[in-house]
């Protein structure tokens, strides 16, 4: 079946480091794939997303590179910033699957001021 | 502009009472999801909905059911709450299995205590 894999947090980083948070996936189709942040106290939101191979999301500041060959999804930020704090989640959809949203089991950012 | 409104935002039950969370969405989504989070396990899909009238089983079905008579709204249920229930609940909607490249939208979820 579908999965998600990312990795293992808590990640701890200076403010204005690069941040590289993998993830890789199974999927027996062509699936999309989504970055969602969760900060303190609030839900699930998008942060960015790509659905075909070779796509590549970005939203504040955040990229990632959707890579058939390698089935990664990396999440990339060049400087991060204090408010960047927060847990990140990989996240895929496939058609052929009923369209339920296979989570990764996330991991944590601090980044210290 | 609400989007998806989860109420309770907190509760504190005891073990063998029930309740029922409520989520509402104004979007217009077909599908709705009942997810759990729990430390360490990301996010657990309880129940889910693909329209009016349906329900399905998810990963963790057992101690809950839900219901959603409308299509806006998407019940979850406990029936007599247990301890390991204790969690932060979050309901999402989205459009349906055609548009596969769309996201979830989430609400900003109800934390459970079960004592």
């Known amino acids: 079946g579908n999965s998600v894999t990312q990795m293992e947090g808590p990640v701890t980083l200076s403010e204005e480091a690069f941040l590289t948070i993998n993830c890789t996936y199974t999927?027996?189709?062509?699936?999309?794939l989504f970055w969602y942040v969760q900060y303190p106290g609030e839900g699930l939101q998008l942060l960015l997303k790509?659905?075909?191979?070779?796509d590549k999301g970005s939203n504040k500041g955040f990229e990632a590179t959707y890579r058939k060959e390698t089935t990664s999804f990396h999440l990339e930020k060049g400087s991060v910033q204090v408010s960047d704090s927060a847990v990140y989640f990989c996240a895929l959809s496939d058609r052929q699957r009923d369209d339920k949203i296979i989570f990764g089991k996330g991991t944590r950012l601090h980044i210290l001021p | 502009n609400a989007g998806v409104t989860q109420t309770p935002k907190f509760r504190v039950l005891k073990t063998g009472q029930s309740m029922t969370l409520l989520c509402a969405q104004d979007?217009?989504?077909?599908?709705m999801y009942w997810y759990r989070q729990d430390p360490g396990m990301g996010l657990r899909l309880i129940h889910y909905?693909?329209?009016?009238?349906?329900?399905a089983k998810g990963e963790v079905p057992d101690g809950y059911n839900v219901s959603r008579l409308k299509k806006q709204n998407f019940l979850l249920g406990l029936e007599s709450a247990a301890p390991s229930q204790t969690s932060v609940y979050f309901c999402?909607?989205?459009?349906?299995?055609?548009?596969?490249?769309?996201?979830?939208?989430f609400g900003d979820g109800t934390r459970l205590s079960i004592l």
């Open positions: 999402a909607s989205s459009y349906g299995v055609m548009y596969s490249n769309q996201p979830q939208h």
């Open positions: 909905s693909v329209g009016e009238g349906t329900t």
């Open positions: 790509a659905t075909k191979a070779d």
């Open positions: 999927a027996t189709g062509y699936p999309s």
């Open positions: 979007m217009n989504h077909e599908y």
